[in-house]
């Protein structure tokens, strides 16, 4: 790597081997001497005259930057002249690595200050130096020059990566990191260029403002925001530029993300403005997709910030322009660009989401229209490989519509009642969408029969002869894990409406679910919903779950022994472990609750003892998140309400029992606090026996 190397291609080797060992370098990280060596290295061949090692060389920065974090206090001086030279004077490959060095110190710093909260003491294992603070009043104006470097078709662009792009996310992600202090920083600049004549200053002031609005507290914003607001909702509509257009319509998303809600103290949106605000951004709609995209992004901010309102909501009054105007904006000819109809539907599915009684009827009207959109699509005959991927994602996304109108109108008695006579239509419509036979879809459908389960609850079994193959070719979808562990939910859903009703078609959905469990092709995140699947077969079916339970319970054993251990797991291995814990748990809960008050009760001792073991082995561990905590201690709970004086004794030779109860009524999560009470009702009932 040195710059005595003659040939380039040596030295680029040399570089990329670097990047490649630097994981591995810890010791020599450790090391003073060694340390030096390697930094001194690597910046004198972000000047070299060759551009590959240049590039190269800036990678193996934001590599050490991100993994040696707490080494870079010596070197950070050095590291900002290198690289601010580069970002303005070198080729946009190698100015794009040099800003993302500072990002990547950005997220480290940001990881740091959420773990340890700004609470550091002198032996933290990763204290903060806050070199991005220290960096402010010169790296805001090199990120600021950036943004004046946009291309021309960049809004176009999905894929598109530049210098202004890579400069506007590190900007973000310095807001996120110092918050409040770069506010007087950037509103020069934001001051300056918001009414220039030039679009670019226009545009990089309008993403400057949009980026400033996720880190800084709301006293420091809201006040710069109510003066912005109206000129942004001129902008959108009035300024001769869609790249400006875009900007705004981002920039106004933002404002509704982070500055409206019923959290916020001093409301931006007001009864004087509301209605100005929608008016402008239905506008918006209409205009070019990428500016309509982000239109639709805004509303749908705008909506979720009105979700905990209750009986009435400020958007109520607007709330059938909004819908008409969403439904036209899937119906235009280019809303296949820049997501435009799936940003659309998503938007709508907000609205309806966040809607309140006052708008049910509307909701209600929107079901046929909903359905008559799906029906058509399932008319079209003959369709090119291409024309059915379109159709494809259509009914994706109106399946996805139909879930959240049927989970809203659900919810209410009045509703659902009234709902109800749609319910074989929309079966009937779904059962066409299977018989498509695309995954994405069948994902999507799978969800509004869940969400149309839990509407009809028993009703739901006249459905289940004509569903049922559906139901099994998705439990049996080893390739599309994803199809499969949706399946998986809705056989829970279904359990949970059917109950014992479920009945006749439990030899088939367990032998797909064993099965699914034995195969080493099923990806892995499939089997923890397996496992929590039999808790609610055996919930819904009680005793009859006899028969399964010599299947079952070996299979929940193993599993049980491969996630009782954890140690060497990284992060991603203890995350997983977890998941795999709670499915096992939720399994037991629902088999020992499903057996309750069963003279079958007696089935289950042979297995208590496992179940014991494995709570106290997982205890011992010591690394349960609350999730994991709260299920196990529920079943403690079970195991003693269930085989009441046949656990007591068990319970009381266990090893951690007592301790692992204690720790949970001591807990501060109030949810584990209060099943662990239960649990101590249930364990001293089964005691004193």
């Given at each position: 790597?040195?710059?005595?190397?003659?040939?380039?291609?040596?030295?680029?080797?040399?570089?990329?081997?670097?990047?490649?060992?630097?994981?591995?370098?810890?010791?020599?990280?450790?090391?003073?001497?060694?340390?030096?060596?390697?930094?001194?290295?690597?910046?004198?061949?972000?000047?070299?005259?060759?551009?590959?090692?240049?590039?190269?060389?800036?990678?193996?920065?934001?590599?050490?930057?991100?993994?040696?974090?707490?080494?870079?206090?010596?070197?950070?001086?050095?590291?900002?002249?290198?690289?601010?030279?580069?970002?303005?004077?070198?080729?946009?490959?190698?100015?794009?690595?040099?800003?993302?060095?500072?990002?990547?110190?950005?997220d480290e710093e940001i990881d740091i200050l959420?773990?340890?909260?700004?609470?550091?003491?002198?032996?933290?294992?990763?204290?903060?130096?806050?070199?991005?603070?220290?960096?402010?009043?010169?790296?805001?104006?090199?990120?600021?020059?950036?943004?004046?470097?946009?291309?021309?078709?960049?809004?176009?662009?999905?894929?598109?990566?530049?210098?202004?792009?890579?400069?506007?996310?590190?900007?973000?992600?310095?807001?996120?990191?110092?918050?409040?202090?770069?506010?007087?920083?950037?509103?020069?600049?934001?001051?300056?260029?918001?009414?220039?004549?030039?679009?670019?200053?226009?545009?990089?002031?309008?993403?400057?403002?949009?980026?400033?609005?996720?880190?800084?507290?709301?006293?420091?914003?809201?006040?710069?925001?109510?003066?912005?607001?109206?000129?942004?909702?001129?902008?959108?509509?009035?300024?001769?530029?869609?790249?400006?257009?875009?900007t705004t319509a981002w920039t106004l998303g933002?404002?509704?993300?982070?500055?409206?809600?019923?959290?916020?103290?001093?409301?931006?949106?007001?009864?004087?403005?509301?209605?100005?605000?929608?008016?402008?951004?239905?506008?918006?709609?209409?205009?070019?997709?990428?500016?309509?995209?982000?239109?639709?992004?805004?509303?749908?901010?705008?909506?979720?910030?009105?979700?905990?309102?209750?009986?009435?909501?400020?958007?109520?009054?607007?709330?059938?322009?909004?819908?008409?105007?969403?439904?036209?904006?899937?119906?235009?000819?280019?809303?296949?660009?820049?997501?435009?109809?799936?940003?659309?539907?998503?938007?709508?599915?907000?609205?309806?989401?966040?809607?309140?009684?006052?708008?049910?009827?509307?909701?209600?009207?929107?079901?046929?229209?909903?359905?008559?959109?799906?029906?058509?699509?399932?008319?079209?005959?003959?369709?090119?490989?291409?024309?059915?991927?379109?159709?494809?994602?259509?009914?994706?996304?109106?399946?996805?519509?139909?879930?959240?109108?049927?989970?809203?109108?659900?919810?209410?008695?009045?509703?659902?009642?009234?709902?109800?006579?749609?319910?074989?239509?929309?079966?009937?419509?779904?059962?066409?969408?299977?018989?498509?036979?695309?995954?994405?879809?069948?994902?999507?459908?799978?969800?509004?029969?869940?969400?149309?389960?839990?509407?009809?609850?028993?009703?739901?079994?006249?459905?289940?002869?004509?569903?049922?193959?559906?139901?099994?070719?998705?439990?049996?979808?080893?390739?599309?894990?994803?199809?499969?562990?949706?399946?998986?939910?809705?056989?829970?859903?279904?359990?949970?409406?059917?109950?014992?009703?479920?009945?006749?078609?439990?030899?088939?959905?367990?032998?797909?679910?064993?099965?699914?469990?034995?195969?080493?092709?099923?990806?892995?995140?499939?089997?923890?919903?397996?496992?929590?699947?039999?808790?609610?077969?055996?919930?819904?079916?009680?005793?009859?779950?006899?028969?399964?339970?010599?299947?079952?319970?070996?299979?929940?054993?193993?599993?049980?022994?491969?996630?009782?251990?954890?140690?060497?797991?990284?992060?991603?291995?203890?995350?997983?472990?977890?998941?795999?814990?709670?499915?096992?748990?939720?399994?037991?809960?629902?088999?020992?609750?499903?057996?309750?008050?069963?003279?079958?009760?007696?089935?289950?001792?042979?297995?208590?003892?496992?179940?014991?073991?494995?709570?106290?082995?997982?205890?011992?561990?010591?690394?349960?998140?609350?999730?994991?905590?709260?299920?196990?201690?529920?079943?403690?709970?079970?195991?003693?309400?269930?085989?009441?004086?046949?656990?007591?004794?068990?319970?009381?030779?266990?090893?951690?029992?007592?301790?692992?109860?204690?720790?949970?009524?001591?807990?501060?999560?109030?949810?584990?606090?209060?099943?662990?009470?239960?649990?101590?009702?249930?364990?001293?009932?089964?005691?004193?026996?």
């Amino acid at each position: 790597m040195n710059a005595n190397e003659a040939n380039i291609d040596v030295r680029l080797a040399a570089t990329r081997a670097l990047y490649n060992a630097l994981g591995f370098a810890q010791a020599n990280f450790s090391n003073d001497m060694e340390r030096d060596y390697i930094m001194r290295v690597v910046c004198e061949a972000t000047l070299s005259p060759e551009v590959k090692i240049r590039q190269a060389s800036y990678e193996c920065l934001v590599s050490i930057g991100s993994t040696y974090y707490e080494k870079l206090a010596p070197y950070i001086q050095d590291i900002f002249n290198i690289t601010s030279k580069a970002v303005r004077e070198d080729e946009e490959q190698v100015a794009l690595q040099a800003i993302e060095f500072w990002s990547s110190i950005c997220d480290e710093e940001i990881d740091i200050l959420e773990e340890y909260g700004g609470d550091f003491t002198a032996d933290s294992d990763v204290p903060c130096y806050y070199f991005i603070k220290q960096a402010l009043p010169a790296l805001v104006p090199l990120l600021l020059e950036t943004l004046l470097k946009q291309e021309e078709d960049q809004d176009q662009d999905e894929g598109a990566w530049n210098l202004a792009m890579a400069g506007g996310t590190c900007l973000g992600l310095v807001v996120r990191t110092v918050g409040d202090d770069i506010v007087p920083l950037v509103m020069p600049f934001i001051e300056e260029n918001l009414s220039k004549e030039d679009w670019r200053r226009r545009e990089a002031a309008t993403y400057a403002f949009g980026s400033i609005l996720e880190g800084p507290s709301p006293d420091k914003l809201t006040p710069i925001v109510n003066v912005a607001l109206n000129f942004m909702l001129t902008a959108l509509t009035k300024d001769p530029s869609s790249h400006v257009k875009d900007t705004t319509a981002w920039t106004l998303g933002r404002i509704f993300e982070f500055l409206h809600g019923s959290a916020v103290e001093n409301p931006i949106i007001t009864p004087s403005n509301c209605q100005q605000i929608v008016t402008v951004l239905l506008e918006s709609m209409k205009d070019a997709p990428n500016v309509a995209e982000k239109a639709c992004g805004a509303l749908y901010f705008l909506t979720q910030g009105y979700e905990d309102l209750g009986s009435t909501s400020p958007l109520t009054p607007y709330f059938q322009d909004i819908v008409q105007c969403l439904l036209n904006v899937t119906h235009r000819e280019d809303a296949a660009e820049s997501r435009l109809r799936s940003s659309a539907y998503e938007t709508l599915n907000e609205v309806v989401r966040c809607s309140t009684e006052e708008t049910a009827r509307l909701v209600l009207e929107l079901v046929q229209v909903i359905m008559a959109e799906l029906h058509k699509t399932l008319e079209a005959q003959k369709l090119s490989s291409d024309e059915r991927e379109k159709q494809n994602e259509l009914q994706g996304l109106l399946c996805g519509c139909l879930q959240v109108i049927i989970q809203k109108l659900g919810v209410s008695e009045a509703t659902k009642y009234a709902f109800m006579q749609y319910a074989d239509q929309i079966m009937s419509l779904l059962l066409g969408v299977f018989a498509c036979r695309s995954a994405t879809v069948h994902e999507e459908a799978m969800l509004s029969i869940g969400a149309l389960a839990y509407a009809t609850g028993p009703n739901f079994a006249k459905y289940m002869p004509d569903f049922y193959k559906y139901l099994e070719m998705g439990l049996q979808n080893f390739e599309e894990y994803q199809v499969c562990s949706v399946t998986v939910g809705i056989v829970g859903d279904i359990c949970r409406a059917l109950e014992d009703k479920i009945l006749p078609y439990c030899d088939g959905i367990m032998t797909q679910l064993l099965k699914d469990l034995s195969s080493n092709q099923l990806h892995r995140s499939v089997k923890p919903p397996i496992f929590s699947c039999f808790g609610d077969i055996a919930l819904a079916i009680g005793e009859n779950f006899e028969k399964y339970l010599m299947y079952a319970m070996p299979m929940l054993q193993s599993a049980a022994e491969l996630s009782a251990h954890t140690s060497g797991a990284d992060d991603e291995m203890i995350e997983y472990t977890n998941l795999l814990r709670n499915g096992i748990l939720e399994a037991y809960s629902g088999i020992f609750q499903g057996f309750k008050n069963s003279p079958k009760t007696q089935l289950l001792i042979p297995y208590a003892p496992h179940a014991l073991q494995f709570l106290d082995s997982i205890y011992m561990e010591k690394d349960m998140d609350d999730i994991v905590m709260k299920t196990a201690i529920e079943v403690l709970g079970d195991l003693a309400d269930t085989l009441g004086s046949n656990a007591g004794s068990l319970i009381q030779q266990s090893m951690s029992c007592k301790d692992f109860l204690n720790e949970c009524l001591s807990s501060e999560d109030h949810l584990i606090k209060e099943s662990a009470e239960w649990a101590r009702l249930a364990i001293s009932r089964a005691i004193s026996v």
